[in-house]
């Protein structure tokens, strides 16, 4: 009890998170974006923090707030600032969290002036951009690299399939099929899967709560 701070899990540890969605732009007035919050992502950055650790934390576009001395807040806006933000801070992380909602596909080309409705019909051509959790996974060495699925359907198939593909160590499967879980919503339902493939079913609770059922089971598992 004479020293609480070196009891905190997470003390020593750097860890970066993604969070939010991205804005991919079509002109310089519009963007392709999603409905992530940024919730989930903010609320591991705020229970990373108060379990000690040193948090870099990457965010697309979003109303969230974190005011806490150990979250570094970076702001990006398209998909790949948010790859390049990641790639800078990744050498020196122990942790990476990416639960941001990034876009898949962006605008081929952008339009340097407002598009005007002049059209009947409007055709935007997309292309793939990068993937950053696949990336980050190709030139790991120490991170612990944890990534979250969202699907629909063959979820824990899809999910096994994305931790192998992207060299993870843990995967946060987010079932859109479960009522109240996901994106807009203030609460969450999660499963775990490990890099043995151990699973771990949670209910459905507050995202505040799951970012501390995330964390410890990434402090279990650094520990193992
Ligand atoms: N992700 C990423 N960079 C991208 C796309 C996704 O880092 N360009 C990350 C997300 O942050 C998440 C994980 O990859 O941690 C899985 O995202 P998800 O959309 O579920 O899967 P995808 O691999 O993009 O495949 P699909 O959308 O086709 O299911
Ligand atoms: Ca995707």
């Keep these: 009890e004479k020293d609480i701070v070196s009891k905190l899990p997470l003390?020593?540890?750097?860890?970066?998170?993604?969070?939010?969605?991205?804005?991919?732009?079509?002109?310089?007035?519009?963007?392709?974006?999603?409905?992530?919050?940024?919730?989930?992502?903010?609320?591991?950055?705020?229970?990373?923090?108060?379990?000690?650790?040193?948090?870099?934390?990457?965010?697309?576009?979003?109303?969230?707030?974190?005011?806490?001395?150990?979250?570094?807040?970076v702001p990006v806006t398209?998909?790949?600032?948010?790859y390049e933000a990641a790639h800078r801070y990744f050498k020196e992380v122990d942790i990476a969290i990416l639960s941001a909602a990034v876009a898949d596909y962006r605008p081929k080309n952008i339009a340097t002036q407002k598009i005007k409705k002049k059209y009947t019909t409007l055709t935007l051509e997309l292309e793939?951009?990068?993937?950053?959790?696949?990336?980050?996974?190709?030139?790991?060495?120490?991170?612990?690299?944890?990534?979250?699925?969202?699907?629909?359907?063959?979820?824990?198939?899809?999910?096994?399939?994305?931790?192998?593909?992207?060299?993870?160590?843990?995967?946060?499967l987010n079932s859109l099929n479960d009522k109240g879980a996901g994106f807009k919503n203030e609460t969450n339902k999660v499963t775990l899967i490990d890099a043995e493939e151990n699973i771990t079913e949670y209910e459905l609770k507050s995202k505040a709560e799951v970012a501390i059922d995330i964390l410890n089971k990434i402090i279990t598992q650094i520990h193992a």
Excluded: C, W
């Design 78 to 82: 398209s998909a790949q600032d948010m």
């Design 11 to 73: 003390r020593n540890k750097k860890i970066l998170i993604t969070a939010g969605p991205t804005y991919e732009a079509i002109d310089p007035v519009r963007f392709v974006g999603n409905h992530s919050s940024g919730k989930m992502g903010f609320e591991l950055a705020k229970a990373a923090a108060n379990l000690g650790a040193e948090v870099t934390l990457i965010t697309g576009p979003t109303n969230q707030k974190a005011s806490h001395s150990f979250i570094q807040i």
């Design 128 to 172: 793939k951009t990068k993937d950053i959790l696949a990336s980050l996974g190709e030139v790991k060495t120490k991170q612990f690299l944890v990534g979250f699925a969202l699907e629909t359907n063959n979820e824990l198939e899809n999910a096994k399939g994305k931790l192998k593909r992207k060299n993870l160590n843990l995967i946060v």
